[in-house]
Structures are given as structure tokens and as C-alpha cells.
């Protein structure tokens, strides 16, 4: 560190909103950028976030472990190439613990309230604490509320039922007469694990999709031994599988034709060659094109779909009884416990926390018509307010670790320009956020997303809420913020309390 004199930087207080993968990872570089005034709030008792909540038999990543990692944080103890999930819980929980913020978190507190004025935001807790920052950051995720399907008749069912995301492993399924409703990324997981348990597995599928056969193997000893001892080599490792997903199952589903035939190709010929019986591979087979709901990672669905104590159950659910399902053909499937494989709503993101923005806007006001932001990351009327994964940031299939690392330096770029007395309030215009809308939209029409399916990628009016262009283009754009984007504000009254710069970097 050089020992000449720096202006002195205003040290913002920042509330962190979340303890998940994306929290740990701002409490982290905020602290690396000596901003010490750091709140992190996660509802739960533990950090984790999705890894923490998803506890069902057979939950794992799909994205290769050695990429699912933070950049700066590689990890050569990976167990398989698609690691399982209390693998994954750990990770997260050692590297919170490494870099010193889980101490500092403030579990079993749920922010409630988010109000501002004037450049500050009063923050209110579940505990009745309240909390005045410059910064608040919604690090809450995307699929953390849980999708219940409301089918007629569910409350009246008498057995055990809970979803996936809410596993009630004090239920023994041994032997039992269970059902799944659903055939998404997780039930795919699941199935192949209760099928080796129940006595009967009915799976009621109302959509088939697609699935990519990439199996999950074991790293070996000697190969964790290799990796530990070479981090070049750990390194290239994590780029390899980056490049890999970039450069072809992104482009497979954002436009480019001869990424998307080869995926196609290697999707039906999976399906051709796993499923003998021809009545039980019409069942499974898609009629929308491969990428169009997210490509499934899974080589165990078939096997387990085969087996003689599954069924796949393809007649629409009519109603939930007391004692099962009964399907539109008459039939009753009867049931000790049903498992929904439902889903999420993705579109609540940071509520229902209740958000008053500038001039008393409501976040449900703001987005009563359309979720609209600017980058995925902030919205007009919501001065100094930043949405982690936010809308328009998943891009199908790639790592969320990533793309939260340039979303995170996107944001302490603009932390940095409120720390240098040039702002005290920033805040995203209406027309940038319109630009951005138009420019994805143009995008979108390539997409596979928009290929005739359902999905949790599209919004209500059919508008896929990811990122319709490359992972480069995603890097490339959100490298430095568009300062023209933005108005910025000083508030002659507001205190800065200001630190020398060399005691913030120390
Ligand atoms: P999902 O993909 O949204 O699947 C929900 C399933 O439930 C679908 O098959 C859907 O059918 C069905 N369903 C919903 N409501 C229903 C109803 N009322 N009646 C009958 N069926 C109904 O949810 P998910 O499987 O939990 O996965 C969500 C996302 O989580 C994934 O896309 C992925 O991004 C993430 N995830 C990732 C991994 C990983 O390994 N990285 C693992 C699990 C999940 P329709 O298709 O007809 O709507």
C-alpha cells in the first residue's frame, strides 16, 4: 500500500438483505473494499440460501462443481462432477467462515421494510431493529418461494404432502405408496432416489421435457490430489467447463442454430436410446423444441421411470382426495404421501418485503404492471436500492455464481463513485430502464424460451425473464455503468462520516 496522502472516502453503511450465495459474496468484497458498515440480514439460521432450503433426497448442481465456485475461491475438493447439494451448503459455510462475515451475520432476522428518503433507507427487522443505511442490496434469489399448485381438493388429503423445497425428512418413505406431481430439474433429482425406496411411485407429469445425459462421475483421490497441488490447473479447469457452457449450451438456447441442432440431436437420441417401450417414449416426449424449459442435466429420470414399482401417470389431475389423486380418466391413484415438484414463483424476488421508494412508491405500485429494471439490478424510483439476479440475469444453464461476481463489481463501482463525494443518491432513469426493456425484447425472438412452451422463465405476459444474449456480451456490457444512465443527487444536509482511505484498506 503506498503511503501518500488520498482524499479521505466517505464510508457508507450498507445493508445486505440475505445470507445466501450472492450475500456472502457481497459481505465479502464489501469488506475487501473497506467498507466496514456492513448489515447482512438472512431470515433463516444458517447462511446457504438455495442450498440450505433444498434438502430433498438426490439435490445436486447441474452445472459442474469446479465452475460452481466463487472466482477467488476455487475449490479442489469437489466429490463429483455435479456436486450434491450439503456438499455445496458446505462450501458456502466455509468460505463464510474463511473470510470472517458469517459472524457478522444477523440470522434469524428477516428485513421487513425497506423506506427512503432524502439518500437513506430506514431499514426495519422482524426483531423491531432499525437499521439507517446508504445502500441497500436485495441479495433475496429468485426460486425461493414455493410454487403449491392449486388443484381442487388439496387440503383434503390425508396423508403427508410437502414440497420439495420444504422436505419433511421425518416422513419415511419406505415401502410407501408415494406421489410426485411434477417433471422439472428437481423432480428428475428426486424420482430416481424415492423409486429406490417407495413401495409405488406415481408421477404425474403434465409437461415431458428434455434431458441432456451428462453423468454425474466421481473426482478421484489422485485427481483432488492434482488439483490441490496445481490451482493453474484447478483454474483452467473452472474456465474449461465456463467456456464449454458459454460457448455452446448458451448460444444453444439464445439464437445459434448448430449449437442448438447439436443439443437437439443428443436429446432426442438420448430419449430414442433409454426408453425401450414405444407407448412410455411418446409419453416422455417433448413437443417444443430442446432449451425451450430448462434443459434437464440427468442421466438416473429414465432408468428410475422403467422401473416396475414407477408409473408415469400422463391423464391431467382432476382433483387431490382425502386418501390420493384422481386423474381425469376416473382413475384413483391412491397415496401415503405426495411430494409437489412444483416449482417456484420466480417474479416475487425482494418481496413480500414492503419497499417504499422515493415519493412513497411502493415496489408492488412500481412493478403492479411489469417487472422493469435497469441491468436486472435497479429501478427507477429506488434511489441507492441494487437486486441481485434480478430479472433478464439468468442466462439457461450457466453458472449464477458468475454472473453474480459481475453484478456484485458493477454495484461497488457505483459504491465507489458515493464513497469519492460525487453523488449521494443514484438512481437509474425511466428512459435507460425503457432502452434496456426494448433491447431485450430484441433479443428475445431468437431465444428458444419463446418456442411455444410454458416455463418459470417467461413472465405473466409471456416475456422470458432471462438474458436473451451471450455470456460475453452479458461481461462485456456490464464491465463499467453508463454514468448517462443514471441521475445522480447530493443532499447538502446528509452527514458523511468520512474515514482516511488508508484505514478503510487496511
Ligand atoms: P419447474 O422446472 O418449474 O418444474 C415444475 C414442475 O411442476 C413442472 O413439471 C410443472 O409442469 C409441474 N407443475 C407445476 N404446477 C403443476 C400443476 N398444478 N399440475 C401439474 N403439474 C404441475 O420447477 P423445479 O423442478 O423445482 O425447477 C425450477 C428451477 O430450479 C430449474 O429450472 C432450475 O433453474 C432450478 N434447479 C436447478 C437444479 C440444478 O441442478 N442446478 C436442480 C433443481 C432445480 P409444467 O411443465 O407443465 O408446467
Redesign the pocket.
Known sequence: MGTGYMPPMRSPSVVVIGAGMTGILLAIKLREAGITQVHVFEKADRLGGTWRE?TYPG?????PAHMYTYSFEPNPEWSHR?AHGDEIQAYFERVGRKYGVTGSIHFSEAVTRCVYDAGKWAVTTSRGRQVIADFVINSTGI?HHP?K???KGIETFKGAMFH??EWDHSVNLDGKRVGI?????????VIPEVAKVAGKLSV????P?WLLPLGNTDVSEREKDRLRRNPAKLQRLRKFYMWGISQLLTKAVTGHKAQNALFSAICKLNLRFSVRDPELRRKLTPDYKVGC??II?NTTFYPAIQRDNVELVTDG?EAITENGIRTRDGREHALDVLIL????NPVAYMRPMDVVGRDGLHINDAWKDKIRTYRSLCMPGFPNNFLMLGPNS?IGNYSVIAMSEVQCGYILKLIERWRRGEFDAVEVTESAVQRFAQYVKAGMGKTVWVGGC???YLDGDGDPILWPYTWERWEQEMAEPEMADFTTTRFDAVPSPSVPMESTMA
Do not use: E, M
Open positions: 433444498n439435490v445436486a448442481c447441474d452445472i455435479f426460486l410454487a399448485p392449486d388443484i420439495t423445497a406431481i411434477g417433471t422439472g430439474s428437481t423432480a428428475a433429482q404425474f407429469q403434465r409437461t421435457q424449459k430448462r442435466v389431475i415438484s412444483t416449482g417456484f439468468p410454458q416455463s418459470w
